[in-house]
């Protein structure tokens, strides 16, 4: 069974600092991918990873994969407010699995 | 491009009824929709699988008989929660899949209340 497990499940940072969420997953899968989720909606997709060594980047935001590893992260670079939500990743062999998420709170 | 709508955005019911949520693909065609149920501050656990024509797959511990999924074209699935209890009130989302890429979209969500 495919497991994904994301660490810090919490986060509380300061405007304009820096910080990484950790994604494990247990088996090997086709593709890695990263969403955003706010209080009260769904999901918006933000990267889709798909080989070893796969970089992404988007405004503050950037992931990428080690599938040697099994292992993705999601950096934040001097994080601002608008960033606060919670953070899924997932991967995909024939379905999709989640994380637990990362709640991410940036304060002023 | 690859839009997925969900009506109602949210419902309230009373205890005993049965409400239909429904998921639509509006520009593209879906050969599988999935169909996710969210508590709050917890992840995203799916519900069933549904490949248009032919019956739902349920993951282990959702009972078939009260979650009804219908899947009768490309474009639309239903999820018919039956005999609605408080315990069901949830987050329900439903995601469709294209064949080519593969990839899924997501809906906005139906917020689900049940009294």
């Known amino acids: 069974e495919l497991k994904v497990e994301q660490n810090p499940l919490f986060l509380s940072m300061q405007e304009g600092k820096n910080y990484t969420i950790y994604c494990n997953y247990s088996?090997?899968?086709?593709?890695l991918y990263w969403y955003r989720q706010d209080p009260g909606k769904s999901l918006e997709s933000l990267f889709v990873l798909l080989s070893n060594g796969a970089v992404k980047q988007e405004g503050r935001l950037m992931a990428s994969l080690d599938t040697k590893a099994r292992l993705s992260t999601l950096h934040i670079t001097a994080a601002v407010h608008d960033l606060s939500a919670t953070y899924f990743c997932?991967?995909?062999?024939?379905?999709?699995?989640f994380g637990e998420g990362t709640q991410l709170t940036v304060n002023p | 491009g690859a839009v997925v709508s969900q009506h109602p955005s949210r419902v309230i019911c009373k205890s005993g009824t049965s409400v239909k949520i429904e998921c639509r693909s509006l520009d593209f065609q879906a050969t599988t929709m999935f169909w996710y149920r969210q508590f709050p501050k917890q992840s995203l656990m799916l519900m069933a699988t549904?490949?248009?024509?032919?019956?739902?797959?349920?993951e282990q511990g959702v009972e078939k008989d009260k979650f009804l999924i219908n899947h009768a074209s490309l474009t639309l699935s239903t999820l018919t929660v039956t005999s609605a209890h408080p315990e069901d009130s949830s987050f329900y989302i439903c995601?469709?899949?294209?064949?080519?890429?593969?990839?899924?979209?997501f809906g906005p969500g139906t917020r689900l209340t049940v009294t």
């Open positions: 995601s469709a899949k294209t064949g080519g890429s593969g990839e899924q979209y």
């Open positions: 088996t090997t899968s086709d593709r």
């Open positions: 549904s490949n248009e024509g032919s019956k739902a797959t349920y």
């Open positions: 997932g991967t995909s062999g024939s379905r999709l699995t």
